[in-house]
């Protein structure tokens, strides 16, 4: 669905004549107030003037090409410094440099969701979890059900459950509770976490977390929306960065949601690490994000001042695309764009929509409660499990990519320098990756194959926006057939497995010949050196021999004097 090739406008529209002539004017009255750098006695005017005419054409010619690099970075390192108290001066009134969100729209967060999985090769972690943190203790203790340990061997050798409860953690200090959980000191954005352990197939178990966000902790990214920004000089490796108020508000925005989605993976990666936590990566996570006002569904399309509000929260590309499904009424699945919203993890899903329309869209939305955010979170978490742990299924295969290549590469530059343990390196990680891609590979293909666990799961269905859908309709164009999410899901994976099965096996056979090559290589100069030590110590033994046999007759005598007649003939 390329808005490219089916002609169709673009999200981020360019501005109309009316709002660029008005933001010339309030650019030029800025450059009014603030002068270009150089042109004043500001502190960094003259070191500017003194870098221009050093890089200027006649001492430019006597400095080295590595002088005038030094200083052309000096030079540009002074100007974000000029930019910055431009964009001070810059009117509060220019929508394409200040962020506007309505006064009686505001963001809850009430839930985050993050999957780990656990191949084969993380097995060990996660028995060393259960046994470890002892979340079934309650359950098995008041006998309503099986230990996890026991419950996970079941289901990996696979006459088990597909899916069962690992363990509910309430905040010693929350209102929650749950019959058979237990309590324990939480991070301070959390007031509850539920851990579901999924069985797919015989060798892959997913635990999806789901975090309850506390009500002072859910509110504070819409306190971050709402609050005044001031351009900021960012600082960090290279020259700082100058942002006006509307790009402060994206980044600290943004960071105020990540600091919620850091916490979260924070805490699974040190309570139950798998596969992502091992390979250093960050899990797969979805939030859920509930309007008061705005609603996406009808999708209108949105002027640019709250199309710019949404994406500081990190809500972007939804004017055009629409991810629906009807087991999760009224909302769309959105997924993180990192190059429209830099502070956010690219491993990142929102959920997100009205919370009016959302709950009057649920029938039985009372049964979860009274708490219409929990509810609406609830209702989703009995539905989205599956989904969650196929999209984490894809990340699997992307970071088995990345780490194919890393051994690729490195068996290319290191070719000749393998010792004993560069091997026994090179062939544990050959095979926990060929053990991980055939197992998994086998048992997501064996769970497509199967119904989902019932018809309350997710479908997803991606379909342009309403508002797209219609204009079609009006100039007679050809509709295009909304894509199925899952299909879509299952087919690009089985592409993905077998394209990296075949590479396997390839990698296989080269780093195999590129490992005995440098072993060979090893092995000779080991020889070579055994040599020189075999050499030296015949030598060190003759001497020996030769100063221990002292006398008129000794060996030494008697060499010497055979010596000494050859010299003399």
């Known amino acids: 669905m390329s808005d490219e090739s089916s002609g169709r406008p673009s999200d981020d529209e360019e501005p109309t004549e009316s709002t660029a002539s008005t933001d010339s004017k309030f650019i030029n009255e800025a450059y009014d107030k603030v002068a270009e750098i ?48 431009r964009h001070k001066t810059l009117s509060l009134e220019n929508p394409l440099h200040n962020l506007f969100v ?11 969701w993050v999957v780990e999985l656990f191949p084969p090769s993380a097995f060990d972690a996660l028995s060393q979890t259960i046994a470890k943190n002892s979340w079934d ?69 997913a635990v999806l977390a789901y975090f309850h966000i506390t009500g002072d902790a859910s509110r504070s990214v819409d306190v971050v929306w709402h609050e005044p ?21 994206f980044r600290i925005t943004q960071q105020s949601r990540r600091t919620l989605h850091d916490a979260a993976r924070k805490w699974l990666a040190l ?55 009807s087991q999760i009424p009224q909302m769309l699945f959105s997924p993180v764009e990192t190059d429209m919203c830099p502070a956010l993890d690219g491993r990142t899903w929102a959920l997100w929509g009205n919370r009016d329309v959302i ?114 309709e009006k100039a007679g164009r050809k509709r295009i057939t909304p894509i199925d999410m899952n299909d879509d899901l299952r087919k690009s994976q089985r592409k993905g497995f077998r394209q990296l099965i075949a590479s396997d096996q390839d990698y296989r056979d080269i780093l195999s010949t590129v490992a005995s090559l440098g072993a060979s290589i090893d092995a000779f100069k080991v020889g070579r050196v055994a040599i020189w030590i075999a050499f030296v110590a015949l030598v060190v033994a003759l001497g020996t021999l030769l100063l221990t046999d002292i006398g008129p007759n000794s060996s030494l005598v008697t060499t010497w004097s055979w010596f000494r007649s050859l010299l003399e003939r």
């Open 38 to 85: 150089g042109e004043g006695r500001r502190w960094y005017d003259l070191p500017y003037r003194l870098l221009s005419w050093l890089l200027s054409a006649w001492p430019k010619k006597v400095l080295s090409r590595r002088s005038r690099s030094g200083l052309d970075y000096l030079l540009n390192f002074l100007i974000p410094f000029n930019e910055h108290d």
């Open 102 to 112: 309505p006064e009686d729209e505001h963001v809850t967060i009430p839930g985050i």
């Open 137 to 205: 203790r309650r359950r098995v203790y008041v006998g309503t059900g099986e230990g996890n340990l026991e419950m996970l061997e079941r289901s990996r050798g696979g006459h088990g459950w597909t899916w069962w409860r690992l363990g509910e953690i309430a905040d010693n200090d929350s209102g929650y509770s749950f019959p058979n959980g237990t309590r324990e000191k939480l991070p301070a954005p959390f007031g509850a976490i539920e851990l579901t352990a999924i069985q797919i197939g015989s060798g892959l178990t």
């Open 229 to 249: 920004h001031e351009p900021q000089l960012v600082r960090g490796k290279g020259r700082p960065k100058a942002e006006d108020r509307m790009w402060a508000a």
């Open 271 to 325: 309570r139950s690490p798998g596969f992502f936590a091992a390979n250093q990566e960050t899990q797969p996570l979805m939030d859920m994000l509930l309007l008061d006002r705005h609603d996406p569904i009808p999708g209108e399309r949105d002027d640019r001042a709250f199309s710019d509000a949404l994406r500081a929260i990190g809500l972007t590309g939804d004017t055009m695309l629409h991810r629906t499904s």
């Open 359 to 472: 709950a009057n869209a649920h029938e039985d939305l009372h049964f979860y409660g009274q708490d219409r955010n929990g509810a609406i979170a609830h209702a989703a978490n009995e539905r989205m499990g599956n989904f969650l742990v196929m999209n984490a299924v894809s990340e699997f295969l992307v970071v088995v990519e990345q780490r194919y290549a890393v051994l690729r590469d490195n068996a290319r530059t290191r070719h000749g320098e393998f010792k004993t343990r560069d091997l026994r390196e090179l062939r544990t990680n050959l095979l926990t990756l060929s053990l991980d891609l055939a197992s998994v590979a086998r048992d997501v293909d064996a769970f497509w194959k199967k119904k989902w666990r019932d018809e309350g799961d997710a479908q997803f269905t991606l379909n342009y926006a309403p508002w797209i859908v219609r204009d079609d």
